[in-house]
């Protein structure tokens, strides 16, 4: 701007300010502090009072001010606090231009401020507001037509991303989305239900969007409101966070993940309305802006995790429009110990019970398991026989698995293109504890040529697809390694689940019952880094897990380590027990 030239900008940060900031800020001819809080505004005092002292001046804005603020030589002026309040980036360009008219430029032009509404629909490409949803399909299909017809994806802000223009995190995952061919509908407003349903769902309560990309919306502690408005919308609300404490150096390097303090806010509170799968998207960085002469700290977007987390809510979208009978379906159940005899889970009859019950809703909701067994007696005894993980070194069972012509024999050559991308961390604790995919002998056949290739004792009928989740250990002892939570992947553990996503090209993986090993291996505790074995296992597939509904700390580790849509069953009933006869 011409009449702004001869005029050094300088934004100095709340937090991590150091000496060259404080410097600034006492050399400058004007300074606005945002008060957001009485004891971080006063720790500025010796700056203010040299200001002072020179006769510059220090104007206070914010929603609060006292008297120990205008004895330490701030000035509250509410003209200029009118442009905070109604924020915005015009707003505050407009804000510094009437100050600079009292002070340093007089005559300078300037324009009230413009307050944005309560609620509505922010278009990334313009970083314009509209109150109309049919104003914003406009606006955003403007010379746009080939995105017309696509699937729209929601995703909430709160009014304050709108006030500062913190938008860095929602453009890349909006543009991530959007290369997926999925619209993207921002919307902001109060996480209320009220808010939820103006924002998406039509004036017949129509929803407006099939997924919920929720990068702020972190809603839950009023669940029984917030529950209703969001079964109206009935889409899946995938959980993205920003890291509100921790850099990404700080993030990766932690053993455990997201921050204790947060977690009750970030994960446990949109637990309880139904947010699932979350995905670490950004963190608190420091970054040098040259236009404002200094460095501050903002969320700043993890590109890698940006893509999963837009993949992961592609996914759930696909899962919808898909037709039944094209739906690619993993149905795991447990086999532990290894063994014909050895299928089940915590309280729940697996087999033939629950795993017949899946399989007959299937069929009856269009989907195709061609070939399937017609009863559940034929369905135990082909689980029984060929649905089940070979003993410790029991080659002879092995080699009855592979000669059955049912398990599926995936070459070890192919799985080593694969492991080979994997992050070099993770490959190495695998190959320090398991050896080179080409020693392994974890569930390995050789032919006559000695070729080696992992079995997978499957049985798949047209897009179904039945089998045990692969054994935790192999020589250790089967019973503490189901919760080790140092021992690392086997390679044909991880070979199944790579073979799940890219080969089979499961577009949902369902465990059935408490519990499974996935979500017990080694890495942090929530939030994973694309390091951490649960990541790789389920990458972006859609995951259900069918559990006990009293399992609830288990449960947990089934959410935010096995990216779980928890499906609960009740606990057995009860029933009058009596003695043997013979006692």
Same mark, same amino acid.
């Given at each position: 701007d011409p009449e702004l030239s001869g005029i050094a900008f300088h934004v100095i940060p709340e937090l991590g300010q150091?000496?060259?900031?404080?410097?600034?800020?006492?050399?400058?001819?004007?300074?606005?502090?945002?008060?957001?809080?009485?004891?971080?505004?006063?720790?500025?005092?010796?700056?203010?009072?040299?200001?002072?002292?020179?006769?510059?001046?220090?104007?206070?804005?914010?929603?609060?001010?006292?008297?120990?603020?205008?004895?330490?030589?701030?000035?509250?002026d509410q003209p200029l606090t009118d442009y905070f309040t109604a924020g915005g980036r015009e707003n505050l360009a407009q804000m510094l231009r009437a100050a600079l008219a009292r002070k340093l430029r007089p005559g300078l032009a300037f324009v009230p401020p413009v307050s944005i509404p309560e609620s509505g629909f922010f278009d990334l490409r313009t970083m314009r507001v509209w109150t109309s949803h049919?104003?914003?399909?406009? %606006?955003? !299909?403007?010379?746009?037509?080939?995105?017309? *017809?696509?699937?729209? @994806? &929601?995703?909430?802000? =709160?009014?304050?991303?709108?006030?500062?223009?913190?938008?860095?995190v929602v453009e890349a995952a909006a543009e991530a989305l959007e290369t997926r061919g999925l619209n993207v509908l921002v919307a902001y407003g109060p996480s209320q239900e009220a808010s939820l349903r103006r924002l998406f769902l039509d004036s017949a309560g129509r929803p407006r969007i099939e997924a919920l990309a929720s990068l702020s919306l972190k809603m839950g502690f009023v669940p029984e409101k917030i529950i209703p408005a969001l079964d109206e919308i009935g889409a899946p609300v995938v959980n993205g966070i920003s890291l509100g404490a921790q850099s990404?150096?700080?993030?990766?390097?932690?053993?455990?993940?997201? %921050?204790? !303090?947060?977690?009750?806010?970030?994960?446990? *509170?949109?637990?309880? @309305? &139904?947010?699932?799968? =979350?995905?670490?998207?950004?963190?608190?960085?420091?970054?040098?802006?040259?236009?404002?002469?200094?460095?501050?700290?903002?969320?700043?977007?993890?590109?890698?995790?940006?893509?999963?987390?837009?993949?992961?809510?592609?996914?759930?979208?696909?899962?919808?429009?898909?037709?039944?009978?094209?739906?690619?379906?993993?149905?795991l159940y447990y086999n532990y110990p290894p063994g014909r005899e050895n299928v089940g889970a915590s309280y729940l009859n697996v087999l033939p019970g629950s795993l017949w019950q899946i399989l007959q809703r299937l069929r009856a909701d269009g989907y195709a398991p061609a070939g399937a067994p017609e009863s559940p007696e034929a369905l135990f005894s082909a689980v029984r026989d060929f649905g089940s993980n070979a003993r410790a070194n029991d080659l002879a069972d092995l080699d009855r698995l592979v000669?059955?012509?049912?398990?599926?024999?995936?070459?070890?050559?192919?799985?080593?293109?694969?492991?080979?991308?994997?992050?070099?961390?993770?490959?190495?604790?695998?190959?320090?504890?398991?050896?080179?995919?080409e020693t392994a002998h974890t569930m390995v056949w050789r032919d006559k040529e000695g070729r080696p290739f992992f079995v997978f004792p499957?049985?798949?009928?047209?897009?179904?697809?039945?089998?045990?989740?692969?054994?935790?250990?192999?020589?250790?002892?089967?019973?503490?390694?189901?919760?080790?939570?140092?021992?690392?992947?086997?390679?044909?553990?991880?070979?199944?689940?790579?073979?799940?996503?890219?080969?089979?090209d499961a577009d949902a993986?369902?465990?059935?019952?408490?519990?499974?090993?996935?979500e017990w291996q080694s890495g942090k505790e929530v939030g994973f880094t694309a390091s951490d074995p649960g990541e790789v296992l389920v990458g972006a597939v859609p995951q259900l897990y069918l559990y006990i509904v009293d399992g609830i700390g288990e449960g947990l580790q089934a959410k935010r380590r096995g990216m779980a849509t928890i499906v609960d069953h009740l606990t057995p009933p009860l029933d009058r027990a009596s003695l043997n006869p013979e006692m």
């Open positions: 150091d000496a060259a900031d404080r410097a600034r800020l006492r050399d400058a001819d004007l300074a606005i502090v945002y008060i957001r809080g009485k004891e971080r505004a006063l720790k500025l005092a010796p700056e203010v009072a040299a200001l002072r002292a020179r006769g510059a001046t220090v104007f206070a804005v914010g929603p609060t001010f006292d008297a120990d603020l205008a004895a330490a030589g701030f000035a509250f049919a104003d914003y399909l406009a %606006a955003y !299909l403007h010379n746009r037509p080939e995105r017309r *017809g696509r699937p729209w @994806v &929601g995703i909430h802000l =709160p009014r304050t991303y709108i006030e500062s223009a913190t938008t860095r990404r150096a700080e993030w990766e390097a932690s053993p455990t993940g997201i %921050a204790v !303090l947060e977690r009750s806010w970030q994960v446990g *509170g949109p637990e309880l @309305v &139904g947010s699932i799968a =979350p995905t670490v998207v950004a963190a608190k960085e420091r970054v040098a802006d040259d236009v404002a002469g200094s460095a501050y700290v903002i969320q700043v977007p993890i590109d890698e995790r940006i893509e999963r987390f837009a993949d992961r809510v592609a996914r759930w979208v696909r899962l919808r429009h898909a037709a039944p009978a094209e739906r690619r379906v993993a149905v000669r059955g012509g049912h398990a599926v024999l995936w070459p070890v050559a192919a799985y080593r293109k694969y492991f080979d991308a994997l992050p070099a961390a993770l490959r190495d604790s695998i190959v320090k504890k398991w050896g080179e995919p499957v049985h798949r009928w047209g897009n179904v697809l039945y089998a045990p989740q692969p054994t935790r250990g192999w020589e250790e002892d089967v019973t503490a390694s189901y919760h080790d939570l140092k021992l690392p992947l086997h390679h044909q553990y991880l070979a199944f689940y790579l073979w799940l996503q890219h080969e089979f993986m369902v465990h059935v019952g408490r519990h499974a090993t996935h």
